[in-house]
Structure formats: C-alpha cells, structure tokens
C-alpha cells in the first residue's frame, strides 16, 4: 500500500515538474467591444466608364441592404457577464428611449423585446466565441403574413475588431418564405 502511494506521489511531483508553467483556465481574454461606434459614410458614386474603357462600378448612392441590423451609430457595453447595445430608432419627436439589447456572454439564452408596429416583438439570443470573433445568434418570432402563423427567422450577427478602432459586424439573415439568405459586413469606426 505505502509503495502504491509513493508512486502516486512522485508521479505527482514530476508532472507538476514537467508542466511548462501555472495551470491555466481554458478561457483566454476576450476583445471589448465597449464604446460609441458609427459607420463610416457611403462613397459616392462611382464615376462613369473613363476615357481609357474601363468598365464604370455600380453606384452607391444609398446602402442597399439592412447593414448590421442596429443603428449607423451605437453604444456597446460589456463586463464579464454581458453585452449590452444599444441604439436610436426613433426620432426624438416619438419620445422613445433608444433600443436596448442585452446578451449573456456565457452562450446562455437571452430574451429581448421590443415594441414595433402592432405590438411587442420577442427575440431569444445566444452568444459563441469562436477565437476572438463574437456570434449573436437571435431567433425572430414573427406571424406569417400570408398565412397568420407563427414562424419565425434567424440572424447571426459576428462581432470583431479591425483594430482598436474598427468594429466589423458580419450579418447573415436566414432565407425567409422560401427566399435566399443574405450576407452584409458592416465596419463601424469608434468615435
């Protein structure tokens, strides 16, 4: 029994002997998003096809697409447990306070309502990290406009930093009634 022991030990001692430092935690240090971030303008349109026959590029007078799914200019806050967004929606003749989501960074469910058209509109997010990019995966509930029943649709919003300064939010929409998905990339700057 004691030789069994002593084994026991020195295994111990010599793995904590060969173990290149402290033990570590698995989870490393996650990027802040934290800040008041705003999207850069538009170019202008692209000029047409010059002298030498270049083939003139699509014209970009206004955006095309429903961007990140927020605001031009947001407001993130973050600590260990939580990301907060928010952003304004209304004009300040409406009287409304600005859009508030929260999402749990632990990939736990969240719940987010919002008061739109004819009544209150639920989301139920889940966050993962995946290096340091962070995926907000928010399922919509919604009624089918054709039909009245409840369906619903989902977006995947990736959140990662250029830099200190440049925000990228990647969003994928699902495919709604049978339609394709679609992807945008959106690059705020911090203000």
Do not use: C
């Amino acid at each position: 029994m004691r030789y069994h022991r002593r084994v026991k030990l020195l295994f111990f001692a010599v793995a904590l002997a060969v173990l290149p430092g402290p033990i570590v935690h698995a989870t490393q240090d996650r990027p802040s998003f934290a800040g008041r971030w705003t999207t850069d303008p538009e170019p202008s349109a692209t000029p047409a096809a010059g002298a030498r026959g270049q083939q003139a590029g699509p014209a970009r007078g206004g955006r095309g697409d429903m961007g990140s799914g927020w605001g031009s200019t947001i407001t993130i806050t973050q600590d260990a447990k939580s990301l907060t967004v928010e952003y304004a929606f209304f004009s300040r003749g409406d009287m409304q306070p600005p859009m508030k989501f929260v999402y749990a960074l632990d990939g736990s469910e969240t719940k987010n309502s919002v008061m739109m058209g004819r009544g209150i509109q639920s989301q139920t997010s889940h966050t993962s990290w995946t290096g340091n990019t962070l995926a907000i995966t928010t399922i919509h509930a919604f009624a089918d406009p054709a039909t009245g029943k409840p369906t619903t649709t989902e977006v995947v919003q990736k959140l990662a930093l250029e830099s200190p300064t440049s925000l990228v939010v990647e969003t994928t929409r699902a495919g709604v009634a049978g339609g394709p998905a679609s992807t945008t990339r959106t690059v705020y700057r911090k203000l």
